[in-house]
Antibody, heavy 118, light 110 residues
Framework: QVQLVQSGAEVKKPGASVKVSCKAS????????ISWVRQAPGQGLEWMGW????????NYAQNLQGRLTMTTDTSTSTASMELRSLRSDDTAVYYC???????????WGQGTLVTVSS | QSVLTQPPSVSAAPGQKVTISCSGS????????VSWYQQLPRTAPKLLIY???KRPSGIPDRFSGSKSGTSATLGITGLQTGDEADYYC???????????FGGGTKLTVL
C-alpha cells in the first residue's frame, strides 16, 4: 500500500532553516511527483510547490521563491523540503502529498509540525 | 484570502443531504479539473473527488462532485456524524501557475 512517512516535529528560532523529509513506499517513486502543502494553525491549505521525482524539476509558489528548496533522492525514495529564513508565520503543519497529472493529491503524509518561536 | 471561495460552514441533520460550493474563475476552475478533500480533526487531508466528479476506490457513492462553468459543487447524501470535517476544493490556476485551494468549509452534522 502507498505510504508517505514524514520526519518528526521541529522547533526553530526566527531566521533559522528547517528541513522536512518524506519517505515514500508502495509504488515506483520516480513515476509520480511530490507536492508540499502547509496549514497554519486554524487556517486552510496552502500549496508550496512541486518536484518531479523523475528529473528533479521544480515549481515553487511565488510567495516562497528564494526561501524554499525541494529535493528528491530516488535511491531512498525520499523527498525533502527545506525552508530558510523562518518567520513566526511559517509556523504550520507541513504535508507532503503524491501529485497526479491533473493536479490532485491522492496520498498524503501524516504531517510535520514546524514551530517558529524565539 | 483564498483564490477559490467556499462557504465557511454548512450544517444538516443525519441522513440528510448537503452541498458545498466552490467558486473560482476562468483561470482556475473554468479551465482545469477540480478535486475535493476531507480533513477530519487533527488528521491529514484525504482525497474524496478528483477530475471534477471521479471517486477514488474506497470512497462511498454518498460523495459526488460536479462542475459548471467557474463553479464546482461537492454533494454528500445520507449524512453521518463521522462526516463532520473540513472540506476543501482545489485546482490548478493557469495564471498563477500554482495549485490553489478554497478556504475550507466546516461541515456540522446536527
Amino acid at each position: 500500500q502507498v505510504q508517505l512517512v514524514q520526519s518528526g516535529a521541529e522547533v526553530k528560532k526566527p531566521g533559522a532553516s528547517v528541513k522536512v523529509s518524506c519517505k515514500a513506499s508502495g509504488y515506483t517513486f520516480s513515476t509520480y511527483g511530490i507536492s508540499w502543502v502547509r496549514q497554519a494553525p486554524g487556517q486552510g491549505l496552502e500549496w508550496m510547490g512541486w518536484i518531479s521525482s523523475y528529473n528533479g524539476n521544480t515549481n515553487y509558489a511565488q510567495n516562497l521563491q528564494g526561501r524554499l528548496t525541494m529535493t528528491t533522492d530516488t535511491s531512498t525514495s525520499t523527498a525533502s523540503m527545506e525552508l530558510r529564513s523562518l518567520r513566526s508565520d511559517d509556523t504550520a503543519v507541513y504535508y507532503c502529498a503524491r501529485g497526479r497529472s491533473t493536479y490532485y493529491f491522492d496520498y498524503w503524509g501524516q504531517g510535520t509540525l514546524v514551530t517558529v518561536s524565539s | 484570502q483564498s483564490v477559490l471561495t467556499q462557504p465557511p460552514s454548512v450544517s444538516a441533520a443525519p441522513g440528510q443531504k448537503v452541498t458545498i460550493s466552490c467558486s473560482g474563475s476562468s483561470s482556475n476552475i473554468g479551465n482545469n479539473y477540480v478535486s475535493w478533500y476531507q480533513q477530519l480533526p487533527r488528521t491529514a487531508p484525504k482525497l474524496l473527488i478528483y477530475d471534477n466528479n471521479k471517486r477514488p476506490s474506497g470512497i462511498p457513492d454518498r460523495f459526488s462532485g460536479s462542475k459548471s462553468g467557474t463553479s464546482a459543487t461537492l454533494g454528500i447524501t445520507g449524512l453521518q456524524t463521522g462526516d463532520e470535517a473540513d472540506y476543501y476544493c482545489g485546482t490548478w490556476d493557469s495564471s498563477l501557475s500554482a495549485v490553489v485551494f478554497g478556504g475550507g468549509t466546516k461541515l456540522t452534522v446536527l
